[in-house]
């Protein structure tokens, strides 16, 4: 074994392997470098743990939206919507097409805080490269309150371009419409 921490790859993995009195015999001859090694960092998600997460951020969206859900009266199985439908970011709109709410799948896809979103409309997304026949037959449809599923070329925040499926459902209640789009890069 080297006696060199700065040249000893996974030295924690290695001790743990010891049993104690392997240990015992060379822990005074474990000597800390002279200068500070690179701190190297590796994160293991197994599929149990992401599977875990994505749960728990699902029912984190699906709690926000039924507290909308609760203030507008929406006539909707939000829940059952979502477990339906893929998406990996939420945007709600009101009417007019304010962005209200946005979840944090909306950031890891655009890289766009909910803070930068809220309050603008989603044609902050799109650019040069974005369809406009689609555009409007998204408007179209909105327009009409009928639901619509397409797919955009929408731009990050760093300009690269991405391809957005949009399924957009209009949310009607007593006094207020809005919609809400499930959106995800295809």
């Known amino acids: 074994m080297s006696k060199n921490l700065f040249n000893m790859m996974c030295l924690d993995i290695y001790l743990l392997g010891l049993s104690s009195n392997e240990y015992q015999k060379i822990k005074d001859q474990i000597v800390p470098p002279s200068v500070n090694p690179p701190l190297l960092s590796w994160d293991f998600f197994y599929p149990s743990y992401q599977m875990r997460l994505r749960k728990a951020t699902i029912n984190s969206d699906i709690m926000t939206l039924e507290t909308w859900t609760a203030k507008y009266n929406w006539p909707i199985n939000l829940a059952g919507t979502l477990k339906e439908n893929p998406w990996e970011a939420l945007v709600l709109t009101d009417d007019s097409g304010k962005i209200l709410w946005v979840n944090n799948g909306f950031f890891e896809m655009t890289g766009y805080s ?26 179209a449809h909105i327009k009409s309150r009928k639901p619509v599923k397409e797919v955009l070329i929408n731009y990050r925040m760093d300009g690269t371009t991405y391809h957005c499926e949009l399924n957009i459902f209009p949310l009607f209640g007593k006094s207020a419409t809005h919609f809400l789009a499930l959106e995800r890069v295809v």
Not at 114 to 131: D, M, N, R, Y
């Open 114 to 139: 909910k803070a930068e979103a809220i309050g603008k409309t989603p044609v902050f997304l799109q650019g040069k490269k974005t369809s406009n026949t689609k555009k409007e037959r998204i408007r």
